[in-house]
């Protein structure tokens, strides 16, 4: 069965830190562009960074750079998001996801089912 498991969410308080990580079963991540997403209550589904099968190249939109970082351990079939200087507005569901590349409109074939981020005081 193919599966992408998300963990690591929970609460945690205004610069803080939390580390996901996105565990397949199924199929190998090695040939696949890994990206994070987030969905928040009343706000639009935001990539929020993806990394490149090939050379790991990595994207972040402007909204989390330099506080999150992405990378992937194909060896453990995972991949990882560390977030550091959490804020309130990056409170929502954080998914996972398996595509071809990189490019924006790629579609990704395979999502995990999300984790809960709760950045709160």
């Known amino acids: 069965q193919v599966q992408l498991v998300e963990s690591g969410g929970g609460l945690v308080q205004p610069g803080g830190s939390l580390r996901l990580s996105c565990a397949a079963s199924?199929?190998?991540?090695?040939?696949?562009?890994l990206g994070w997403f987030r969905q928040a209550p009343g706000k639009e589904h935001e990539r929020v960074s993806c990394?490149?099968?090939?050379?790991?190249?990595?994207y972040y939109p402007k909204s989390v750079k330099g506080r999150f970082t992405i990378s992937r351990d194909d060896a453990k079939n995972t991949v990882y998001l560390q977030m550091n200087s959490l804020k309130p507005e990056d409170t929502a569901v954080y998914y996972c996801?398996?595509?071809?590349?990189?490019?924006?409109?790629?579609?990704?074939?395979?999502w995990g089912q999300g984790t809960q981020v709760t950045v709160s005081s």
């Open positions: 996801g398996a595509a071809k590349d990189c490019s924006e409109d790629e579609p990704y074939e395979y």
């Open positions: 199924g199929f190998t991540l090695d040939y696949y562009a």
């Open positions: 990394i490149s099968s090939s050379d790991e190249s990595t």
